[in-house]
């Protein structure tokens, strides 16, 4: 295990993984057993997106269709099933600053270790597509100051996003971040980003960066080297297992449609044996024996 799992709390956890590995690689999740499987891959921390419990818990598109209550028990899962820490996607916290510190309070008590809220109307759409719409700094202003003081501790982690860049220019997203940094937010995430340099502004304000790597958007897919130098200080990859989770799966049920039977596909899945590795399952088997015999 990790030794950043050794630490208390969630938020210390996340702090301690970002000590250690710059840019820290946060992996999208869409459940339990994917948590699982990154843990196994040897992740530091998780990422939990608005978008994946929207196409993934609810086949629903990234427009503002979950709940809180939906995103906090998607999170409950993973975090009872890992001791890595989970950033969440917090998107523009669900209503008016009380929502937002109710917001903060209910995914610290599901196990996050920090969440970011992003600067967009609360009819919000995914940051890599036009349309943009962003509320005045006022505003967000003042969902960061309500999730600041209803943090859990100080090491939970408060992660402002700002959509400026495709709406105001790279000049009217510095304006924010620091308007944001003033608020409370701990981290800047500068949401679809078009070059290196881009960060590196953002960075000299004095705060560290989060970097979004989604695939088939605004970003190029930089490497981890590339990152690094421009003073990124965390990663994500929101989508990238589900969306190569999803291709398999469609290959698999037009296979088994069209042929009547999973024989060629067979090579492409994880065996039943893995499937155990990975759940401890045989574990789980003998404590059941252990039950059944006593």
Not at 76 to 89: Q, Y
Not at 172 to 178: I, M, T, V
Not at 220 to 231: K, S, V, W, Y
Request: glycine residues 8%; negative net charge; charged residues 25%.
């Amino acid at each position: 295990m990790p030794e950043t799992e050794k630490v208390a709390t969630a938020g210390a956890r996340l702090r301690a993984a970002l000590a250690a590995e710059r840019p820290l690689q946060l992996v999208g999740v869409v459940n339990a057993y994917c948590a699982r499987l990154a843990e196994r891959a040897g992740f530091r921390a998780l990422y939990l997106s608005g978008a994946g419990v929207a196409n993934a818990s609810l086949g629903l598109p990234d427009l503002a269709l979950t709940t809180l209550s939906e995103v906090a028990e998607d999170l409950r899962r993973i975090t009872g099933a890992t001791d890595l820490p989970v950033l969440v996607d917090a998107d523009t916290g669900w209503g008016s600053p009380l929502m937002i510190a109710r917001a903060v309070r209910e995914l610290a008590r599901a196990g996050a270790a920090g969440c970011h809220l992003e600067d967009q109307v609360p009819a919000k759409r995914c940051g890599h597509r036009p349309g943009k719409v962003l509320v005045s700094v006022r505003e967000m202003v003042s969902r960061l100051e309500a999730a600041a003081e209803n943090a859990p501790d100080r090491d939970f982690l408060l992660v402002a996003r700002t959509d400026a860049l495709a709406v105001e220019g790279l000049e009217g997203a510095l304006e924010r971040a620091q308007r944001y940094i003033e608020a409370g937010a701990q981290m800047i995430f500068l949401e679809a980003a078009s070059s290196l340099e881009d960060y590196r502004r953002v960075e000299a304000l004095g705060i560290p960066v989060l970097a979004n790597l989604t695939e088939f958007g605004c970003t190029p897919l930089f490497t981890l080297e590339e990152l690094h130098r421009a003073g990124v200080a965390a990663v994500i990859y929101p989508l990238s297992a589900f969306r190569a989770m999803s291709r398999a799966a469609e290959r698999v049920y037009e296979t088994i449609r069209r042929e009547g039977t999973q024989r060629s596909v067979l090579g492409s899945m994880q065996t039943r044996e893995e499937l155990y590795a990975v759940l401890g399952y045989r574990d789980w088997e003998e404590k059941a024996d252990r039950f059944l015999q006593s």
